[in-house]
């Protein structure tokens, strides 16, 4: 049933006709379509996505079980792994299988990874898969700032297309290496197309016309923006400004049907209501200009009101989901790649769809787009009489009416069923572990085991994503902060019998052992991916699927009650998304020097799970190591 988008578990049909995965025509190889230079060359000289020996990731995976599994449980695993990996049995033929899929594609995983964790997933994107992202409050609260701010923001957007446009990104290096820039040719004018089975993605900036407009909703109606001069030069943000005053003004009435809620759907729903609304030769054209546009820009309406303290998590919550039917969820087209969101009282941010780019380039895009609106306006405005902006007409059929009463009914349910908690933890950020001489991430997720141990007296399967952008065509892969080490340390933390250094030391393995996962995942040797292209190799070649997959440890492994994600910016922002199982949470986070921003998301309707109880665990876990450390004098590391 489950499987999304790249923090949680994938499972592949057990029988599925191999024909629905193979290479699609839906998603483009880039570098085919790609015209020339630095950008081709920079990709061409990245290496290709490693497929591990088979022998190290049954062994790694043994070891990633122990945490997790029952000793019995796991006596019985190891024998189905052994008989896996024996010589002249199943894992070798699917090992070879998988080779020699590495040999002749560009990236043996990328386009399974995008069918199977997003294009195939049918559970609603909002809240299960497209990420929010949450702004600091900006400095206006009234109409004519949330319009003079967002005409900056499309001018920052424009000012860095251009640097994709001309191929004039800086690579970005992760530990030295050159990282794969893929992902930031495919998240503007780009869109998710809904499908009756699966989806697909369609992106317009590789047409011999690409887009030269946007859309802008405001009021749930949507316009046409076009923003660039007929000389080729983009509006400056006074013409963008006055173009917004132009689409407020024509869009006050908010009574009008909300179009955009139909893409909150659970997929297959929509994907029917879709195939109706496009019926219609007026809807079909809106609907296309919104999927060539190259982003949407949302100008939301009032939020509810909230205390300071409560500011960020309902900020988050706009961001995620628009916050029901009544509020702005309508004000939305989530199947857009890249959404800017707007509000009146200086709260702005983005959602993403995810299954072109992880958060990464997003936020990398935003970090300049947030520097850019800080700058003073340089450029004059040309004094042209501009077109107005184009509205974009739907014809709502009694159908089309029904899809959507019964998508503000599904969207408002599951708004009522996310819990989201946004802290800023104000004692410390990487500042302290690495005066301690720890790796920042390592030690949250070590934090983070120990607050989950404290409220479970267990550990759990736990996701955290590692960029495999080191390889061309690079998504992620899991790391598995639940390990051996990590479960040995918090099981001693607030043990009494036991003495600080022991814990120190305890500390000290878990964080190594944290670090050396990630290290052996972003050099394209973790498990998961590994692990699951053996078994596309069975269902591609019609061999009936090996019993290590069929195994409920297997299950166990990809039931992520903690899916995480640390998405570092230069702005003070964060990141945030829904958990991915029902009893799970979703924990995102963004370590700055001297502090860190978290959004910890659960579901009300599991009774187990409570994102502010997992929020305060965390604050508290964070500061006891911090105390334990500083209490206790160590030998020199
Ligand atoms: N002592 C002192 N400093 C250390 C240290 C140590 N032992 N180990 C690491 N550091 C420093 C690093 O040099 C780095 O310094 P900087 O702040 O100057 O850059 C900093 O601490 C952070 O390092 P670390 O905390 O170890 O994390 P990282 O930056 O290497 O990131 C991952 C780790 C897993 C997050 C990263 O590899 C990754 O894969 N990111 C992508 C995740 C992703 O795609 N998320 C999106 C999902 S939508």
Redesign the pocket.
């Known amino acids: 049933m489950w499987g999304i ?3 949680t578990m994938v499972k592949v049909g057990m029988a599925k006709p191999c024909g629905l995965l193979k290479p699609c025509h839906l998603v483009k190889p880039v570098s085919a379509t790609r015209v020339s230079g630095r950008y081709l060359t920079h990709q061409k000289g990245l290496p290709g996505l490693p497929v591990p020996p088979l022998q190290q990731t049954c062994e790694r995976y043994i070891a990633a079980l122990e945490p997790i599994v029952e000793v019995d449980e796991l006596k019985q695993t190891k024998e189905l792994v052994d008989e896996f990996q024996r010589t002249g049995g199943v894992g070798e033929r699917l090992q070879r299988g998988l080779e020699k899929r590495a040999r002749n594609t560009e990236n043996w995983l990328s386009q399974w990874w995008v069918q199977l964790a997003y294009l195939e997933y049918r559970l609603p994107v909002v809240v299960h898969s497209s ?1 929010g992202l949450v702004l600091p409050r900006m400095n206006f609260s009234d109409k004519k700032g949330q319009m003079r701010f967002a005409a900056k923001l499309i001018a920052g957007v424009l000012d860095f297309k251009t640097m994709i446009d001309n191929e004039s990104l800086p690579v970005e290096y ?2 030295g290496k050159p990282l794969c820039m893929n992902q930031y040719y495919e998240v503007l004018s780009s869109c998710r197309i809904p499908g009756l089975k699966r989806d697909s993605i369609v992106n317009h900036a590789k047409s011999s016309r690409p887009p030269k407009h946007i859309t802008v909703v405001h009021n749930f109606q949507f316009f046409v923006l076009d923003v660039y001069n007929s000389d080729g030069t983009p509006l400056t943000a006074d013409q963008l400004y006055i173009q917004l005053e132009r689409i407020c003004s024509a869009s006050l009435q908010s009574q009008v049907e909300p179009v955009g809620i139909l893409t909150t759907q659970h997929r297959d729903s929509w994907g029917k209501a879709y195939v109706n609304l496009i019926k219609d030769k007026t809807n079909k054209e809106s609907v296309s200009a919104i999927q060539r546009s190259i982003f949407l820009l949302c100008l939301d309406g009032a939020m509810p009101r909230v205390s300071n303290d409560m500011y960020r998590s309902c900020a988050a919550v706009q961001m995620l989901h628009g916050g029901g039917s009544q509020w702005n969820s309508g004000n939305r087209w989530f199947d857009k790649t890249l959404q800017f969101i707007v509000g009146e009282d200086g709260t702005c941010g983005a959602n993403y769809e ?1 299954a072109p780019a ?3 380039p997003i936020v990398a895009l935003i970090d300049h787009v947030v520097e850019y609106t800080r700058k003073p306006e340089m450029t004059r405005s040309p004094m042209v009489p501009l077109p107005m902006p184009k509205k974009l007409h739907f014809n709502i059929t009694p159908e089309l009416k029904k899809d959507i009463e019964e998508a503000k009914s599904s969207m408002n349910t599951l708004a009522q069923d996310l819990d989201m908690r946004v802290i800023v933890f104000g004692h410390f950020g ?1 500042n302290v ?2 005066s ?9 997720q070590i934090a983070l085991q120990l607050a989950y141990y404290r409220m479970y007296q267990r550990c759990c399967a736990t996701y ?4 495999l ?1 080191m390889f061309r065509l690079g998504r ?1 892969d899991t ?1 598995r902060s639940a390990s051996s080490a990590s479960a040995a340390f918090v099981k001693a933390f607030d043990d009494p019998s036991k003495q600080n250094t022991e814990k120190v030391d305890l500390m000290v393995k878990a964080v190594t052992a944290h ?1 050396a996962y ?1 290290n052996m ?2 050099s394209g040797q973790a498990i998961d991916r590994h692990l699951l292209g053996l078994k596309m190799i069975a269902v591609e070649e019609n061999l009936s699927i090996p019993d290590v997959f069929t195994d409920a440890a297997y299950a166990k492994a990809l039931h992520y009650q903690l899916s995480t ?4 910016s230069k702005t003070d922002c964060v ?1 945030c ?1 829904g958990p991915v199982v029902s009893n799970g949470y979703g924990v ?1 986070y963004n ?1 700055m ?1 001297d502090h860190i921003n978290f959004a910890v998301s659960s579901f009300n309707t599991c009774t187990e799970t409570n994102a502010t109880h997992l929020a305060q665990a965390m604050e508290e876990a964070l500061l006891d190591m911090r105390t334990l450390l500083d209490q206790t004098p160590r030998a020199k590391l």
């Open positions: 988008c790249s923090r990420p992760l530990g995810h992880e958060g990464p990487k572990p690495k301690h001489k720890m790796s920042p991430d390592a030690f949250i955290e994503s590692a960029s952008r992620t790391i670090r990630t995942a972003i994600s640390q998405v570092p990141m998304f995102c370590p020097n």
